[in-house]
Each structure stands twice: as structure tokens, then as C-alpha cells.
């Protein structure tokens, strides 16, 4: 009988949930005690990592990076993002150690007999250094290093290991003299370090999207081994323990283990209180009222209540959102004070710490939130997670979550212009635009974009019959537009320049462009056009325009760009002669007569063609109102 040796059985665990960007940890010797830090909130934290109970070390830091504890005084060791080391434990005072600049990452504590060390490398200068904790002088041991976190140094103090972000790489480098030798490419935005029992291997973090851990087996020549995928998203600090039976990693919102001979039973309590609602528009708040415009009626207020309706919401890009948040008690609630905050998609909310007071009905009063950081400086449509997370403060306690739920977020580069003046924003329109004109971080950008997703929708056509406006003349029948462009009916496949002049300005003006609808006119030759709808050159209706309407900026005259969702013109040095290549007209300059801009491509040189199509705007220019 063959005798088959048992496989490791790996386990992934959560310790600790709900971190704010969590960074760097430190394991205690008897692997009882971890300290990690939270970059988001400048935090520092302690945690029973049998048990999960977590306690608020120090508020106050400024972007912790790393963490290390001289276990044997208690001296508690903090790097800064904004270039200090500071001492941040025992004690409630926070010293500045040293302000070496360059964004220290990864700390390690040498002892000698009489002295102390304390190494780190330097994120944005490339240093590795040298801090003498009695004297506080620093030492550069060297520089030129490619945007370096991780560090550790061996046994012998001879030789520091670094990652190097830049080259994706593990570097040794010899204490003594400075010099550099690059031992393992290949990484995956590797971070934090540690060292393996035996001190002949390195665990590697290995962030984002990799989001595992390696060991790298120092032999020759240096070899990778996977210990763990599928950690908690954008992973950085690691701290083994002595036996490396458990592995712990401080990732971007949770805490977690990597086991091999079972995890640690986490037992967390029921929650105490859970979200009940959650409001993002409210008065003297930046969220943009919104509209269903099939029922006419505004979206209800708070947008989210727990098993009865999740609302969007809508910003103005790069605004620092509040939310007013109501909670509901349950069974397990008990008096005091809790931290209450929420990770998420974004970054989450900042954690606050609130006593709070349940009326007759069971429910708190609203209590003000902001989220982590600002919005994204672009045009978007966002599922926004928010995991809520409280625990008590007055004592060690476990972090539970008390909701969760997916918010819809419409972004948009400022606020809408008319019709969106007089016209709450639609839903529906916010929707078709947001996800047009994604990405966008200019008006011009978004404007663009709506035009080329409403020019290549495939819903409709040119109407090469007649020409006639189909969604609305004095009004933009905008309701039955957007039927048509989500798959429906509206009004029949069929537009011309000025329906498509009122789709493209009306929803880019949504997003926070500035376009008018506007005419050339009258009676003008044309050059052969791709019209919408066709993939074919041709020359509609007999060959002239009686007029030509498009979305315009500024004044609407020559000296102004346009942006045409009709048509493509010929975007060739000779638009007047095959063959053509085909260019949508966004944010072209109208132009004269004298150079190949818009007017010239659409429009042969000559008294019958560019001289005839001349600009409007005194009778023409406008913005239809929405119906």
C-alpha cells in the first residue's frame, strides 16, 4: 500500500472587515497581536487576531504607509505618506521622528548591541536609508531606485531586500557599500515583505490585479512560489507567523488570514443596529434633483430604503458627496458610542464615531456621512457598493457589517444647461448620456462622444424621402427619442438634421456641455456624405440642402465648432472627389471659405455651394424645450 503525502490545505479568512485603505501590519512574536495601519483615515490600529476584537490605537496620522513595533519597549514606528516617521506609541503623544521626504513605504527594526536602526525606502525619491533612533541622524545607503515599498533586511544585517514597482522586481542591495543587484523580475505591482521561518525565503504581496502572495526562494537562482490567490482586492502588508502555519495580510478593506491548519474561529456578534436608509440628495447638499419623466414625478427622498426602493442619485464629477443616513436598532443593540463608517467601490465613507439615539419607532435621527474621497473627475455611471460597518469604540470589540447595498451615481462635468434649466434631469436621459459620453473629462470629450454613440446607435435612419423633422419642430419630443434609442418604437426610425441636432445637443447639455442648435442656410450644393443610418456616399436630394442643422458652441457663426451626428463627411485633402474617408464632424471648426474646415467638406468651393451655406444664428439659434 502506497502511502500519498496530504496537500496543504489553504484557507483565505477575514479577521477584520471594514478597513479604510488598510496598509501596513506588524505581528507580535507570539503571533497574539497585530498592528496594522489605515491610509484613508490615518489610523492605527491593534487587533486579538484569535479573536478579532479591535481597538483604535492613534487617529491622526497623515497617510500611514507602514507599521513596526518594537515589541520588547512598546515604541510603535509609523511611516507617512507625506514624508515623516513619526513614533506614534506608547503613550497618546505623536512624535516626529524624522522627515526624510519621499514618501517612506516599508519600515524594518534592526538592533546591534547599543544601537537601533531603522530602515525605509522612499516611495517618490528612490532612497533607501538608515534612521539612527538615538542620534536621528539619517543615513542614504542608496538612490536611484525605481519607485521602491517593500523592504527587509536579512539576519546578518549585510544585505536589504526591496521590490521595485517600476522594474516589477525583488533587489538586493549590500548594506555596506550601496550596491544594487536585481535577483527576481516578473511581479505583479509587488508591495510589502516578510520573511519565511527560515530566513531563506521572502514572502512577496503581490498588489492589484494579481491580489496573492509569493515566496521567493533565495537560492541560484532566485525562484517564485505561489502560497495564496484570491486575497482581498489591493493587498499590501503581510506578517507571517513564527511557524508560518498563519499567514496574515492587510489588504485595501479587510484584514485576512491565509491558513494551513485551520483559521482562527472569528465569532462576530449580531449587529446592533443596521443602515434603514440612505439619502444623497437633500437640501444644501451637491446632488442634482432628479426626474422620472414617465410618471412626472421627482425621485423620492432618500433615494435608498432598505427593501423598498434603491433611487440614483447625481454629482456634479469631483464633488465630495454627503449622505444622511438613517439606521434602525435590532435585538442586539446596547448603549454607547460606535464607529460607524463604510467601505465601497469608491473608497467608501469615512468612519465616524456616533452615539446614537432610536426614537419610539425604532429608528436614529439622520446622521451626516462623507464619503472617503471625491468623485471621479469624468463623466459616468457608477454601481457604487457601500458595505456598513460599526463596532464600539469604549473596548476592544469585532467589526460586523450592518448593510450593504448598490447605489446607482449619474456623474457629470458641471451642471446641466438648457433645456435642464427650467426641465428637472431625467433618469432615463441621464442613463443614455452618462453611458454614452463614460469617460469623458471634457465637455468637448463628452459632446464628442454623444455624437458618435447617437451617429452609429443604428436606430435610426435619414430621411432621404423628404427630410422631414419626425421628434418635434417647436418642442424635442425627447420621451419618444429616447424609446427608440433604448430599442423601442418612438416615433419611427426616420430623422433629419434638426432631430439630430436636438438629440446630440439636448443630451450633451445634460452632462455639462454648452451646444445650441443652430442652421447654415439656404439653398447650398453639397459633396458626397455618409448620412445616419447609411454606409454608402451619396448626394441626398438632388444635391443641395434647403438648410443644414447641427449642435453648435458659442455664438453659432463661423468662428465656432460644430458637431454634426447626421452625417460623415469626406475628411481627405479633396472632398469634392472620390475616394473618401469617412469623418464624423465633432468639435470641427465651421469655417470660410478659404480653408478645408466643415463648411468646405460638406460644401463644394463656388457661389452655389460655400458661399450659399452661411451661418444663422440670429433666426436659428436656439434650444428646444423637452417633451
Avoid at 548594506?175 to 521572502?202: C, R, V, Y
Avoid at 458618435?452 to 419642430?473: A, C, H, I, L, P
Wanted: proline share 7%.
Amino acid at each position: 500500500m502506497v502511502k500519498r503525502k496530504r496537500e496543504r490545505l489553504m484557507q483565505i479568512t477575514d479577521v477584520v472587515l471594514g478597513l479604510a485603505a488598510g496598509v501596513g501590519i506588524d505581528l507580535s512574536s507570539d503571533g497574539k497581536t497585530a498592528y496594522y495601519v489605515e491610509w484613508s483615515i490615518g489610523e492605527l490600529a491593534k487587533v486579538e487576531v484569535a479573536t478579532g476584537l479591535v481597538k483604535t490605537v492613534k487617529t491622526g496620522l497623515t497617510y500611514p504607509q507602514d507599521v513596526e513595533v518594537d515589541w520588547a519597549t512598546g515604541e510603535i514606528f509609523v511611516s507617512e505618506r507625506t514624508g515623516a516617521v513619526v513614533q506614534a506609541g506608547p503613550g497618546e503623544r505623536t512624535a516626529k521622528i524624522v522627515e526624510p521626504g519621499g514618501a517612506p513605504h516599508q519600515l524594518a527594526l534592526v538592533k546591534e548591541p547599543g544601537k537601533r536602526y531603522l530602515y525605509t525606502v522612499c516611495f517618490d525619491s528612490g532612497r533607501l536609508i538608515r534612521i539612527n533612533l538615538a542620534t536621528k541622524a539619517i543615513k542614504t545607503i542608496t538612490t536611484g531606485l525605481g519607485h521602491p515599498i517593500g523592504l527587509v533586511i536579512d539576519a546578518a544585517h549585510k544585505y536589504a531586500y526591496v521590490t521595485e514597482q517600476d522594474k516589477s522586481a525583488l533587489t538586493r542591495i549590500e548594506l555596506a557599500s550601496g550596491n544594487a543587484k536585481k535577483l527576481f523580475s516578473g511581479l505583479a505591482s509587488p508591495f510589502f515583505l516578510a520573511w519565511t521561518k527560515n530566513g531563506k525565503g521572502i514572502f512577496c504581496v503581490q498588489r492589484d490585479p494579481a491580489n496573492s502572495l509569493v515566496q521567493l526562494n533565495l537560492g541560484t537562482p532566485v525562484t517564485s512560489t505561489s502560497i495564496a490567490t484570491g486575497l482581498a482586492w489591493r493587498p499590501s502588508g503581510v506578517a507571517p507567523s513564527g511557524d508560518n502555519k498563519l499567514i496574515y495580510i492587510c489588504a485595501d478593506q479587510r484584514l485576512q488570514v491565509i491558513s494551513f491548519n485551520g483559521p482562527p474561529v472569528i465569532k462576530r456578534p449580531p449587529p446592533p443596529f443596521e443602515v434603514y436608509s440612505v439619502q444623497f440628495n437633500y437640501r444644501d447638499g451637491p446632488a442634482i434633483p432628479l426626474k422620472n419623466h414617465l410618471t412626472g414625478t421627482s425621485i423620492p427622498l432618500p433615494e435608498y430604503v432598505k427593501s423598498v426602493r434603491n433611487e440614483p442619485s447625481a454629482y456634479v464629477s469631483g464633488a465630495l458627496p454627503h449622505v444622511k443616513v438613517v439606521f434602525r436598532k435590532l435585538p442586539g443593540f446596547s448603549g454607547g458610542t460606535y464607529a460607524i463608517g463604510a467601505t465601497g467601490s469608491l473608497g467608501g465613507v469615512h468612519r465616524k464615531n456616533v452615539s446614537l439615539v432610536f426614537n419610539a419607532s425604532g429608528l436614529s435621527n439622520a446622521i451626516d456621512f462623507e464619503f472617503m474621497w471625491p468623485l471621479p473627475n469624468t463623466v459616468e455611471r457608477l454601481k457604487v457598493l457601500l458595505e456598513w460597518n460599526t463596532r464600539k469604540t469604549a473596548v476592544p470589540s469585532v467589526p460586523v457589517v450592518c448593510g450593504a447595498a448598490t447605489h446607482k451615481l449619474f456623474l457629470v462635468l458641471a451642471k446641466p444647461t438648457a433645456p435642464w434649466v427650467a426641465e428637472t434631469p431625467w433618469v432615463a436621459a441621464l442613463e443614455l448620456a452618462c453611458g454614452w459620453a463614460a469617460g469623458a473629462a471634457t465637455s468637448d470629450v463628452a459632446a464628442s462622444l454623444i455624437t458618435e454613440r447617437y451617429n452609429g446607435s443604428g436606430k435610426v435612419s435619414y430621411d432621404t424621402v423628404s427630410g422631414s423633422t419626425f421628434y418635434g419642430f417647436s418642442q424635442y419630443n425627447l420621451t419618444q427619442m429616447l424609446d427608440r434609442l433604448n430599442g423601442g418604437p418612438g416615433l419611427g426610425g426616420k430623422v433629419n438634421c434638426t432631430d439630430s441636432a436636438n438629440t446630440v445637443s439636448t443630451l450633451a447639455n445634460l452632462v455639462g456641455c454648452d451646444l445650441w442648435q443652430s442652421r447654415m442656410e439656404s439653398g447650398f450644393q453639397l459633396n458626397e456624405m455618409i448620412a445616419i443610418g447609411y454606409n454608402s456616399w451619396a448626394v441626398p436630394f438632388s444635391g443641395s440642402f434647403n438648410y443644414h442643422e447641427v449642435a453648435w458652441k458659442g455664438a453659432c457663426t463661423q468662428n465656432d465648432n460644430i458637431f454634426d451626428g447626421c452625417l460623415k463627411v469626406d475628411g481627405d485633402a479633396d472632398p469634392t472627389s472620390a475616394p473618401h474617408t469617412p469623418l464624423l464632424p465633432t468639435n470641427m471648426l465651421f469655417g470660410d471659405c478659404s480653408a478645408i474646415n466643415y463648411r468646405l467638406r460638406l460644401c463644394p468651393p463656388g457661389a452655389n455651394g460655400c458661399a450659399q451655406c452661411v451661418p444663422n444664428p440670429g433666426m436659428t439659434r436656439k434650444r428646444r424645450p423637452i417633451i
